[in-house]
């Protein structure tokens, strides 16, 4: 009765995080800057039985995208906020609130030097960065951003998990 969830995937990869909803009948946009990767969701996407329809699939480097369009009900970010260069982090989480509906969920990860250092030096290593002050840290870009954390927790394999709601605008 109520019309599909759009969903945006940051960093899709082979669609394991989306791949699902799209299925089930939510309107998927995936991006990401792997061709191969994009080509292995379309791939995963057909053996699953996913509707086309549901999917719409973009090339791009998230940090230097002017806009992933919208409104979306909600976006995921599942693992690759830690790699954004800590320059971009800011300026892509403005992006993220801007594509989002009032109200509209962020479901995400972030790391933190809270890690224990074997994670560190081998996350690290992929290119992944690491923030000071744990959930504080965390807590605080969500709000900056525009967005109410409602979930955090630590996660078992490092860094945080998340689940904010973008904080409504007051119209004057």
């Given at each position: 009765?109520?019309?599909?969830?759009?969903?945006?995937?940051?960093?899709?990869?082979?669609?394991?995080?989306?791949?699902?909803m799209a299925k089930?009948?939510?309107?998927?946009?995936?991006?990401?800057?792997?061709?191969?990767?994009?080509?292995?969701?379309?791939?995963?996407?057909?053996?699953?039985?996913?509707?086309?329809?549901?999917?719409?699939?973009?090339?791009?480097?998230?940090?230097?995208?002017?806009?992933?369009?919208?409104?979306?009900?909600?976006?995921?970010?599942?693992?690759?906020?830690?790699?954004?260069?800590?320059?971009?982090?800011?300026?892509?989480?403005?992006?993220?609130?801007?594509?989002?509906?009032?109200?509209?969920?962020?479901?995400?990860?972030?790391?933190?030097?809270?890690?224990?250092?074997?994670?560190?030096?081998?996350?690290?290593?992929?290119?992944?960065?690491?923030?000071?002050?744990?959930?504080?840290?965390?807590?605080q870009l969500l709000?900056?951003?525009?967005?109410?954390?409602?979930?955090?927790?630590?996660?078992?394999?490092g860094g945080f998990?998340?689940?904010?709601?973008?904080?409504?605008?007051?119209?004057?």
């Amino acid at each position: 009765s109520s019309p599909p969830m759009k969903i945006l995937d940051l960093g899709a990869g082979i669609g394991v995080n989306t791949l699902p909803m799209a299925k089930s009948g939510a309107h998927v946009t995936a991006i990401d800057q792997s061709r191969e990767l994009l080509t292995a969701f379309s791939k995963n996407s057909v053996t699953i039985g996913c509707p086309s329809e549901n999917l719409r699939l973009r090339r791009g480097d998230i940090t230097t995208m002017e806009s992933y369009e919208g409104p979306f009900n909600l976006v995921v970010a599942i693992d690759i906020l830690p790699y954004l260069p800590p320059t971009t982090l800011r300026s892509t989480m403005e992006k993220i609130q801007q594509c989002l509906e009032d109200r509209g969920i962020l479901i995400g990860t972030i790391f933190t030097t809270d890690d224990p250092p074997v994670v560190r030096e081998f996350m690290g290593q992929l290119g992944a960065h690491f923030y000071e002050n744990g959930s504080k840290f965390v807590t605080q870009l969500l709000e900056y951003s525009g967005f109410t954390a409602v979930e955090l927790e630590v996660r078992p394999e490092g860094g945080f998990r998340f689940r904010a709601e973008k904080t409504p605008v007051e119209k004057k």
